[in-house]
C-alpha cells in the first residue's frame, strides 16, 4: 500500500515563494505519473502539476502546468529520495488552498497524500 506524506505547507505574503514536498513509500519504481491538486474551501480540487515518467525511473520526464500556474509553479522530483515538489513563487491570495499530492502508478493503482495547507496572504 503506497504511502505519500506532504511538507512544506504555511503562511506566505503575496508575491512570496514557498516549496511544498511529497514524500512516498511502497510504491516502488513503476510510477506513471506524479501530480500535484489543490483544493481552495468551497471548490472542486483541481489539477495544478504533473511529471509524467511512464514508469522509466531514468525518462526526465514530462511535465504539465495548469494554465492558472504556468510560469510561476515548477515541479521536479529526487528518485534518491523517494520526493517530488513543487516550488512555488510569485504567490497569490488566489493560490490559497490545500495541496495534494498523487501517484498513479503503471498498473493503474492512485495514491494519494493527506494534503498541507497553504496560505497566501499579507
Known amino acids: 500500500q503506497g504511502q505519500l506524506v506532504e511538507s512544506g505547507g504555511g503562511l506566505v505574503p503575496p508575491g512570496g515563494s514557498l516549496r511544498v514536498s511529497c514524500a512516498y513509500s511502497e510504491i516502488g519504481v513503476n510510477i506513471y505519473t506524479m501530480n500535484w491538486y489543490r483544493q481552495a474551501p468551497g471548490l472542486q480540487r483541481e489539477f495544478v502539476a504533473s511529471i509524467t515518467t511512464g514508469g522509466r525511473p531514468n525518462n526526465p520526464g514530462r511535465t504539465d502546468y495548469s494554465e492558472s500556474v504556468q510560469g510561476r509553479f515548477t515541479i521536479s522530483r529526487d528518485n534518491a529520495r523517494n520526493t517530488f515538489s513543487l516550488q512555488m513563487d510569485s504567490l497569490k491570495p488566489e493560490d490559497t488552498a490545500v495541496y495534494y499530492c498523487?501517484?498513479?502508478?503503471?498498473?493503474?493503482?492512485?495514491?494519494w497524500g493527506q494534503g498541507t495547507q497553504v496560505t497566501v496572504s499579507s
Open positions: 498523487n501517484i498513479r502508478t503503471t498498473w493503474g493503482a492512485l495514491y
